[in-house]
C-alpha cells in the first residue's frame, strides 16, 4: 500500500467529527492492506511509529528536502527506513540519521513530509486514538469490539491485537495475562466527594465498598518470575534498573510468580509522604531519596489469573502474599459517614485523597470505569498545554499565562480549550515552563505562542461555569498549576467528557 493512501485517509478522519464516520474511514483502509501491512498501518492510523525510539525529534525533521511531486513511497518502506534509524548507534549515528531522514522525505510528497513530520513528534492530530482504531478492527475482522479490547489491553497494544483479530474469535481469546507482559492499567473515573462516590457504588444497601489511599507517587505494575523482577510505569516503560528497592521488596515475597499493581513513592523519616517531584526525580535515576512500593492490587499469582476475580477476591490474594508495611492503607466500608473521616484522615496524613473501588468489579484493564472512582479534597484535573502567553510587567521576558484543552476526539485537533491560567507558578517554574514551551513551538500569533500540545499538566480549580468563549462550553474557574506532568503522554489527559460530569455532578 502507497503511504499516500493511508495519509489521504487520515486527512479525512481528521476532517470529521464523528465518531462512526471516522470508524468506517479507517475500517474502509484496513480492508484494503495486504496482511504484511496490517500491523503498520495499525500503528499508523493510531498516530504512533512502531518503534519506540528513533532518535528522532522536531528539529531532526523540521528540516526536509524538498518535496517528491508523485506519491511513491510504501508503508511498509518508511516503517523499514524508521526501523534502521532506531538502530544506529555509537560514533557516526548522527550524520547517519541525518542522511536516512534526507532519503526518506526526499521521497515523500509534500502532503507526506506533513505528515511524517506529525508522526514522529507525536503531534498527528486526526481525532482517531487507540479506541478509534480498534472498533474499526472488529469491524473489519468481524470480532466483537470487546474482544479486540481485551486482547489490545492484555498485550499492551492495538496493534498486537490486530493480527490476531484478523485470525479470528479464538486467536484474540489465547491472548491473556502473561507474566513479563506488562498489562495497560486500570484506571479510576472522578467524583466531587465521598458521598457522591459512595452513592454510586453502595446506594443505601448495604453494599460494601474498598477505601484506598490515593498515593501522590509513581504507578508501578511489578512483574516476577522466579528471580526475574520486572518494574513498569503506567505507560509501560521499563524502570526496573532505577528502583532496587522494589525488585527487592518483590523478591521478598512468598511466589514465584505474580504481577502487583501499585505505587512507588519517597517517604520522609516521619513516614509521610514527600513531594512529587521527589518521587519523580528519584524514579529517574538509580540513586537518590529511598523510593517505597505500596500495592492495591494482583492480578495473578503462581499460576492463578485474577483479572476476572472480583475484587474482594483479589485483595484477599493480595493480602496474603503482602505484607501491611507494603500494601496501600485501605477501609472496607458501607458506612458513608465512615469513609469520609477515613478520606480525611489520608489527606490529612500527607495524601493526594481515597480511591473508591467496587468489591464486585473485576480487574478492567486499561479502562476508565465506574468500579473505581477517585476523590481528592480539591478537584484538579490532568490538562494539555495548547499555546502560551508572553508575561508583562515583573514576567517580561518569561513565558506566562498557559492556555489549557482537555481531550475531546471531536475536535479536529483532538483537544478542546477551557480556560488559562497564570496562576501557581514559581520563578523557578516560569524559567522553566519558558524554555519548555519554545521549544514545543509551532507558531506565534502575536505574544501567544502556540506549541505541540504535548505538555501535561495538573490543574486544581475551584468549580466551572457555562462558557460561550470556549468550543466545549464550559470554563474552569480560579484555576491554578498544581504541577506539570512528566509522567503522563497528552493521551492520558482527562476528556471533556470528565470535565462536563463534574459539572452536572
Known sequence: MLLAELVATSADVAATRSRKAKVALLAEL?????????????????????????????????????????????????????????????????????????????????????????????????????????????????VPLTAVRRAAMLAGSTVAAAGAAFEGEEALAAIGLEVGRPVIPMLASSAPDVAAAMATLSPGDGTEVAVDAKLDGIRIQVHRSGDEVLVVTRSLDDITARLPEVVAVARSLPAERFVLDGEALALAEDGRPMAFQDTASRTAQAEGVAITPHFFDLLHVDGRDLLDAPGHERLAALDALVPERHRVRRLVTSDAAAADAFASETVAAGHEGVVL????????????????????????????????????????????????????????????????????????????????????????????????????VEIAFDGLQRSTRYAGGLALRFARVVRYRDDKGPDEADTIETVRSLATG
Open 357 to 456: 473501588k467496587d468489591l464486585s468489579a473485576p480487574y478492567a484493564a486499561g479502562r476508565r470505569g465506574a468500579a473505581w472512582v477517585k476523590v481528592k479534597p480539591v478537584h484538579t484535573l490532568d490538562l494539555v498545554v495548547l499555546a502560551v502567553e508572553w508575561g508583562s510587567g515583573r514576567r517580561h521576558g518569561w513565558l506566562s499565562n498557559i492556555h489549557l484543552g482537555a481531550r475531546d476526539d471531536s475536535s479536529p485537533t483532538g483537544f478542546v480549550m477551557l480556560g488559562k491560567t497564570f496562576k501557581g507558578m514559581t520563578d523557578e517554574m516560569l524559567a522553566w515552563q519558558t524554555e519548555r514551551f519554545l521549544a514545543l513551538e509551532t507558531h506565534r500569533e502575536g505574544h501567544v505562542v502556540h506549541v505541540r500540545p504535548e505538555q501535561v
Open 30 to 142: 484496513l480492508g484494503r492492506v495486504e496482511p504484511d501491512e496490517l500491523e503498520v498501518a495499525v500503528s499508523y492510523l493510531g498516530g504512533a511509529l512502531r518503534q519506540r525510539r528513533t532518535g528522532l525529534g522536531w528539529r531532526g525533521v523540521s528540516d526536509a528536502a524538498p518535496a517528491a511531486t508523485e506519491p511513491t513511497l510504501t508503508v511498509l518502506e518508511v516503517d523499514a527506513a524508521f526501523e534502521a534509524m532506531s538502530r544506529l548507534a555509537g560514533p557516526g549515528s548522527q550524520a547517519a540519521r541525518k542522511q536516512a531522514v534526507a532519503d526518506l522525505f526526499g521521497r515523500a510528497t509534500g502532503a507526506e513530509q506533513a505528515w511524517l513530520r506529525a508522526i514522529v513528534t507525536g503531534n498527528l492530530r486526526q481525532g482517531a486514538l487507540d479506541a478509534v482504531t480498534q472498533e474499526a478492527v472488529a469491524q473489519v475482522a468481524q
